[in-house]
């Protein structure tokens, strides 16, 4: 028995599939926010992540006529012990998928989980409020609500190429990349700023794997911000927009000793400076808004408003003893 409508089926997904990929996510998106949120430079970042293998960990739902209606994937680049599981379907005609995707997808992640060496593995997925029937079928699956985070834009029309000088005491300059002493404390940096936070630890060598998996870098949108000549926070950015026309902040780390002085705004305006020389239309970013730090005032406080809030829900699975195939939908339970 597999769950699906007649005549439709699974398999795995393949680089090949990307442009389907992306008309698939590109539809979700316009149903949940309103317009397209996902570039092709991301489906390729999803089958190609660190600890994601396509070929047993992706899935990818066919209809009747053979067109790809839904998409499953998993996210651990570090091997740590918690998971993030995406599942998109098209909207209406692909909904039929949702849960099956989703029950395969959580036995691949038990499998997974006991790989990594954990026996308690935490298990996250996002979902916008209007997607009713992800809702549903992640509280089904023993989901519950955690948190929420936001997509933060804003438009760089009028935003000046030559970025505002920043307050007595901070300077911001280019982080030197060709140092691999400078692009260690940068990610040291990264870690420990985000130490008071929800955010997923990663060591060097795997945060530097998953920089280098990207398609390009453009260095002179990374920068280390300094007080009186300390080191004392950094902004990394993402070439991932670039083909939406925006640039996007994959992280802004202010070192705790330096909070409130006012580098996350100069990181800020630096980078959206440099955006808009570029001829970028737009600035992005993601922020936890249960950050400790508070994080969402200061992007509101620089222009940016959300364009979008993500609810995030969790189940944690055990990995060895009866709970061993923990997603088979009730409906198609044998």
């Known amino acids: 028995m597999t769950g699906l409508p007649a005549g439709w089926r699974t398999r795995r997904p393949t680089l090949q599939d990307a442009p389907e990929l ?26 190609t992540a660190p600890r994601t293998d396509p070929a047993r960990d992706c899935l990818v739902a066919l209809d009747a006529a053979g067109e790809i209606v839904g998409w499953a994937y998993p996210g651990n680049a570090t091997g740590g012990d918690r998971e993030f599981i995406e599942v998109y379907a098209w909207p209406q005609r692909g909904e039929p998928a949702l849960r099956w995707l989703l029950a395969l997808l959580l036995d691949r992640v038990v499998e997974r989980g006991r790989e990594f060496g954990h026996e ?6 996002g ?42 005491g901070v300077t911001v300059r280019p982080l030197r ?31 530097w794997r ?24 950094v902004l990394q950015s993402s070439d991932s927009g670039a083909e939406d026309d925006a640039g996007w902040v994959r992280s802004l780390a202010v070192l705790r000793p330096y909070r409130r002085r006012g580098v996350g705004e100069a990181l800020l305006r630096r980078a959206f400076a440099v955006y808009a020389a ?19 005032r200061l992007y509101r406080a620089v222009g940016m408003r959300p364009l979008y809030e993500a609810n995030i829900y969790q189940r ?4 060895s003893g009866d709970d061993v195939r923990v997603g088979r939908p009730r409906s198609s339970a044998t």
Request: charge should be negative.
């Open 22 to 47: 992306l008309r698939l996510v590109h539809a979700s998106d316009i149903a949940a926010v309103g317009e397209p949120d996902f570039t092709a430079e991301e489906v390729r970042e999803a089958l």
């Open 120 to 125: 308690d593995y935490t298990v996250r997925a």
């Open 127 to 168: 979902a916008i409020p209007t997607e009713k029937e992800w809702i549903a079928a992640l509280t089904e699956a023993g989901f519950a609500f955690i948190k929420q985070h936001a997509r933060m834009t804003m438009s760089l029309a009028g935003v000046p190429v030559t970025a505002p000088e920043p307050p007595p």
């Open 177 to 207: 990349h060709d140092d691999e002493a400078e692009l260690r404390r940068f990610h040291a940096t990264i870690e420990e700023a985000f130490r008071d936070s929800d955010h997923r630890a990663a060591d060097y060598e795997t945060w």
């Open 210 to 233: 998953r920089c280098a998996a990207e398609s390009s870098i453009a260095w002179d949108e990374w920068f280390v911000g300094e007080v009186d000549g300390e080191w004392a926070g």
């Open 278 to 296: 570029k001829g970028r239309a737009t600035a992005g970013l993601g922020v936890d808004l249960a950050n400790p730090t508070r994080a969402a």
């Open 316 to 319: 944690t699975v055990q990995t």
